[in-house]
T-cell receptor, first 115, second 112 residues
């Protein structure tokens, strides 16, 4: 499967724990985007990364959230000290180039539930 | 605030009929894209229309863009049960085209 791979598909955490969401982009893609989707809503942009660089993090909450896309390995979205409001579906997308007129290819998401 | 607003929020039609969904946005855009999302899955890219284009076709899909009205429409002709899904428009702004801003979506149900 050469598509965007996200894992885990479902993640359950208790309040105060850490959540780590992984995303492997499509083969040959070096641009990764993270979005969050609440039930019955559209996706909201969180962060845009290129290998080893954060290009745009304007949608990331100021605290507890961080993202990285190392030279080797998947992109990681990390949420520290999770709270109930972090429950959502988190989607990763990738593209071959960082220019705007290209579609983004999405993974099937990680559904995060906070107990 | 959310850039795109979609209309209607929900649409239910009979198989074989045409489905039209509309999207409005607020700021200047570089492009507008339509995506489909099946329940519990990720988004699938359907079509991208650039700001200097007015209409685009792909199979049974027809997208129009009116930048003067800041609106777009997605027409699905000869609908099938498999078209049942949520449909989202997403805009890439001139300042940051990679950062897609999504609407709330239209939930389309095709009744057999």
């Amino acid at each position: 499967n050469a598509g965007v791979m996200q894992n885990p598909r479902h993640l359950v955490r208790r309040r105060g724990q850490e959540a780590r969401l992984r995303c492997s982009p499509m083969k040959g893609h070096s641009h990764v985007y993270w979005y969050r989707q609440l039930p019955e809503e559209g996706l909201k942009f969180m962060v845009y990364l290129q290998k080893e660089n954060i290009i745009d993090e304007s949608g990331m909450p100021k605290e507890r959230f961080s993202a990285e896309f190392p030279k080797e390995g998947p992109s990681i979205l990390r949420i520290q000290q999770v709270v109930r409001g972090d429950s959502a579906a988190y989607f990763c997308a990738s593209s071959a180039e960082g220019i705007g007129n290209q579609p983004q290819h999405f993974g099937d998401g990680t559904r995060l539930s906070i107990l | 605030s959310q850039q795109g607003e979609e209309d209607p929020q929900a649409l239910s039609i009979q198989e074989g009929e045409n489905a039209t969904m509309n999207c409005s946005y607020k700021t200047s855009i570089n492009n507008l894209q339509w995506y489909r999302q099946n329940s519990g899955r990720g988004l699938v890219h359907l079509i991208l229309i650039r700001s200097n284009e007015r209409e685009k076709h792909s199979g049974r899909l027809r997208v129009t863009l009116d930048t003067s009205k800041k609106s777009s429409s997605l027409l699905i002709t000869a609908s099938r049960a498999a078209d049942t899904a949520s449909y989202f428009c997403a805009t890439g702004s001139i300042q940051g085209a990679q950062k897609l801003v999504f609407g709330q979506g239209t939930r389309l149900t095709i009744n057999p």
